[in-house]
């Protein structure tokens, strides 16, 4: 059984660091590409960062310079280090494995940033 388990979430204010953990397990962790995805209220959900099988990474433009992906392979984790912290960056932020057409999402992790 495949599980993505988010961690790191919380309430911190403008300008602040959080990081975001993923947990895998029932997978073949360094097969897959890994992503974090985020949802604000009434938005659809969006690509913040991902990061291939061979380490290649990938940001959205709004997070480029602030918001860093890195994948420990030994560990099956993905972390997302948040820094410089927005009031529009929160929203709750999934994880997400990808292998082709395969996917598995987590249950998503809360991110609120205070002004």
């Known amino acids: 059984q495949v599980q993505l388990v988010e961690s790191g979430g919380g309430l911190v204010q403008a300008g602040g660091s959080l990081r975001l953990s993923c947990a895998a397990s029932g997978v073949i962790f360094t097969n897959y590409a890994m992503g974090w995805y985020r949802q604000a209220p009434g938005k659809e959900r969006e690509l913040v960062a991902s990061?291939?099988?061979?380490?290649?990474?990938n940001y959205a433009t709004s997070v480029k310079g602030r918001f860093t992906i890195s994948r420990g392979n030994d560990k099956n984790t993905v972390y997302l280090q948040m820094n410089t912290l927005k009031p529009e960056d929160t929203a709750v932020y999934h994880c997400n494995a990808n292998l082709g057409p395969i996917g598995f999402w987590g249950q998503g992790t809360q991110v609120t940033v205070s002004s």
């Open positions: 990061i291939t099988s061979g380490g290649t990474t």
